[in-house]
């Protein structure tokens, strides 16, 4: 399996942007399409966007649609999440995932990185 990683939460006033990175490393990068999910206090986890394994497709949740962009560069095993207009309601831990090719489920999951938006 691949393991991921995430970095770039943080504290952010509304109206602002971060940028998430989730790094893989184990497998081949390639052979996963990536996804961004995010989970807020009380509530359950919640898909965010999603980008196939040549970046050819990409899929953004409707509460986050032209705001918040996904991109990854497999030169460098990197997943992307470009988080701009950021909302109070943003505020939640964000989570990679991979999906391995062929399969339904993501299969392997970052630990998390949070994400707190202040109005």
């Known amino acids: 399996q691949v393991q991921l990683v995430e970095s770039g939460g943080g504290l952010v006033q509304a109206g602002g942007s971060l940028r998430l990175s989730c790094a893989a490393s184990?497998?081949?990068?390639?052979?996963?399409?990536m996804g961004w999910f995010r989970q807020a206090p009380g509530k359950e986890r919640e898909f965010v966007a999603r980008?196939?394994?040549?970046?050819?497709?990409?899929y953004n949740a409707d509460s986050v649609k032209g705001r918040f962009t996904i991109s990854r560069d497999n030169a460098k095993n990197t997943v992307y999440l470009q988080m701009n207009s950021l909302k109070p309601e943003d505020t939640a831990i964000y989570y990679c995932?991979?999906?391995?090719?062929?399969?339904?489920?993501?299969?392997?999951w970052g630990q998390g990185t949070q994400v707190t938006v202040s109005s």
């Open positions: 995932a991979a999906q391995r090719l062929g399969r339904n489920e993501y299969t392997s």
């Open positions: 980008i196939d394994w040549s970046s050819a497709s990409t």
């Open positions: 184990g497998r081949a990068f390639t052979i996963y399409n």
